[in-house]
């Protein structure tokens, strides 16, 4: 498979924005949190309580909805321009565990609190709405324990990889590929093989440095569109 690195390696740049502060920010999260002040106001289930609310008169549309019927908002959808910031609360435990960064219903990029321990652990990266990479670590302590590249046709990972227990990107010691078994890159037990993916895993290297996952906090793209 022809990686697109070109476009991998630009776009999570290319999308990132700044954190946006002071007032106007925090009034335009208070309106959104009072679903009292939102311009539509529907009940899907019937139970004579809203549950979806839209504000769409100004240039950020917000889309908030309650997905477990229990009073508490827990999706938030602000769109501007086109692209879309989303953080939901996914187990209705009151705490955001997931943020989404993309055009509306095509996410291109993903953080998760996979666990719900409070700490992030979990990218995901997207092209063309297929998913095409993975890092697993722990943004409490900000470490980095493995990442998986996914096939876009078959949607099955073709390339994992586990690092050494220093954790650091530049020491990897395991490489699973689909189909071919495992592989230590340290001990060269298949050596062209070895070689061939050394070379692949040198340029997820790179991606998960310039992209750093643990640099930002996800909500920043979330501020960035509803400042
Ligand atoms: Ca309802
Ligand atoms: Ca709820
Ligand atoms: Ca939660």
Redesign the pocket.
Known sequence: MKLPWRALLCWPLCVGASAAKGSALATEWSTIRDTSKMDTADDRNGDGRPDAWTLTNRAVAWSVADQNFDGQPDEFRCTRSGREAAKQ?????????SYTVGRPKHPERATLDVN?DGSFDTWLYYQQDELLFMINGDAATRQITGWTMYDPASRQPFLLAALAPTHNPSTIRTVKIEGRGEIDLLAGTDKPAAIQEEARQKQLIEFIKAEQPFARHPNEDFNACAR
Do not use: S, T
């Not at 609360?89 to 565990?97: E, K, L, S, V, Y």
């Open positions: 609360d996914r187990n209705f435990d009151g705490a955001i565990d719900f």
